[in-house]
């Protein structure tokens, strides 16, 4: 779904290429390399418009690209699997704009949503990551937390049974948030560890930034503050991104300190 093999890469030339480039927060590079084929192939034309909503997702900024991506992926799709990737990347484009952009965009998020789950058999390899994106409408839009932890918990499973391990990154630091936002401190530790612990192995260094910070929440004081100092030098060479988590980090009045201010948090919690 989305166009992403089981390790978060491109499956198909220039591959490897353009999955360091998308770690290291070099989305436009990125895209160039893809767009040629993307003119004639929907399913590289799915991954350049998944790759710029990312961007949008890292930087909340670029929309229109994004946006222009994804309608020449919708122009070109013939299969129903294509149709549900590209209506799962709509849906998703809707929810960062929600969270980040300059419009509530909720219903389209889930009208888009809800067409991807109506074209996808229940077993589907898309299935994971349309639940996954379910539960962050539900979390952070619907602000219903017992349907976001049923949506996350089966892309988790989802996730983990079709080794992807990016994914599972995510569904882990979300499963995290809600445990700790529940009390259970224990289990959000060892979600963050997890999550943590995929990205590094993965190498998604863009990603790393974000899921440090959130172990950091449930860290001793010092340990805390070494977390947040190594993510924050993290988004300094990566030219500030995520950007919503430069301001958090920038707003820590000392080490081990909460973040200040509760949009900053929830733009963390919400996004990466």
Known sequence: MGGWDRGGRAPQEPGGTVW???????????????????????TVALEMAELLIEQCMFTAAHWQQAEQALRLAEAGVATAEQRAAASCARGFLAYVASVLGPRDRLDEAQAALGRTSALLPPDAPGRPLLDFRRGLVAENLLRDPTAAWIAYRRAHDGARAHGDELLTSYTWRHLAALALAGGDTSRAREGFAASLELREQLGFTVGVAPALAALAEVSEPAEA????????????????????????????????????????????????
């Not at 190594?230 to 080490?255: I, T």
Request: aromatic share 2%.
């Open 225 to 272: 503050a070494r977390l947040r100092a190594e993510a924050a030098r993290l988004v300094q060479a990566l030219g500030g991104v995520p950007v919503w988590l430069a301001r958090q980090l920038s707003a820590v009045p000392a080490p081990g300190a909460p973040p200040d201010g509760r949009i900053e948090q929830e733009a963390g919690d919400a996004i990466s």
């Open 20 to 42: 360091r480039l998308r770690s290291r927060a070099c989305w436009q590079e990125a895209a160039e390399l893809l767009r040629p084929a993307a003119e004639h192939d929907p």
